[in-house]
């Protein structure tokens, strides 16, 4: 069983920036799948950014060019950096990661029920 928590969220001023972090309890080293998503009120969940073990990522047009997601192995941890923060971005932010090698090195995942294992979220709220 793999447990992620996510850190980093808070209020922020548009144009602002911030991190978000997940960690997981055991390595994703070959956790080849991990992704951020996040869901506003009123509104289904959606990807926001999506990488493998191998680098390959996978960006919301709406944060292509803001947002940057990454990952360190040797922490167990999956970054999403976030600049130029906009009102629209305020939601609950939660970290997703695949089953251990259930997908090629290359393969990003977008789907979300292709993830096994969530977080609880964090709340983002970017006021203007």
């Known amino acids: 069983q793999m447990h992620l928590v996510e850190s980093g969220g808070g209020l922020v001023q548009s144009g602002g920036s911030l991190r978000l972090s997940c960690a997981a309890s055991k390595t994703i080293f070959s956790i080849n799948a991990m992704g951020w998503y996040r869901q506003a009120p009123g509104k289904q969940r959606e990807l926001v950014a999506a990488?493998?073990?191998?680098?390959?990522?996978n960006y919301a047009d709406s944060v292509k060019g803001r947002f940057t997601i990454s990952r360190d192995n040797a922490k167990n941890t999956v970054y999403l950096q976030m600049n130029s923060l906009k009102p629209e971005d305020t939601a609950v932010y939660y970290c997703a990661a695949a089953r251990d090698k259930a997908f090629a090195i290359s393969q990003v995942v977008t789907t979300d029920t292709l993830y096994t294992y969530w977080g609880q979220g964090t709340q983002v709220t970017v006021s203007s």
């Open positions: 990488i493998t073990s191998g680098g390959s990522t």
